[in-house]
Nanobody
Framework: QVQLVESGGGLVQPGGSLRLSCSAS????????MGWYRQSPGKERELVAVVHRVGGREYQDSVKGRFTVSRDNTGAAVYLEMNSLKAEDTAVYYC????????????WGQGTQVTVSS
């Protein structure tokens, strides 16, 4: 099993920046990918960004050029640097870790609220 603890959310002005952090514990050797999802009221949880164990990154189109996902070389922590934040970025952000399997196991952090408002 994997446990995820995340932090860094809060209130920020439009155009501002936040850095989210997530640390994994437990069977971290089993983790292949780590990343971030978000969910706002009335919407499905959606992928924001993911960094694969081999180093590749994926981003939701709406955050490309503004957000950067990174991962410690231990493979047990992931970060999300969010710049040029917009009101539309307001959501609960969830750290995610994936284990290989059929189906693959997905683990989630508790979520951290990001609110972009004047």
């Amino acid at each position: 099993q994997v446990q995820l603890v995340e932090s860094g959310g809060g209130l920020v002005q439009p155009g501002g920046s936040l850095r989210l952090s997530c640390s994994a514990s437990g069977n971290i050797a089993s983790i292949y990918n780590m990343g971030w999802y978000r969910q706002s009221p009335g919407k499905e949880r959606e992928l924001v960004a993911v960094v694969h164990r081999v180093g590749g990154r994926e981003y939701q189109d709406s955050v490309k050029g503004r957000f950067t996902v990174s991962r410690d070389n231990t493979g047990a922590a992931v970060y999300l640097e969010m710049n040029s934040l917009k009101a539309e970025d307001t959501a609960v952000y969830y750290c995610n870790a994936d284990e290989s399997g059929s189906p693959p196991n997905k683990y989630w952090g508790q979520g951290t609220q990001v609110t972009v408002s004047s």
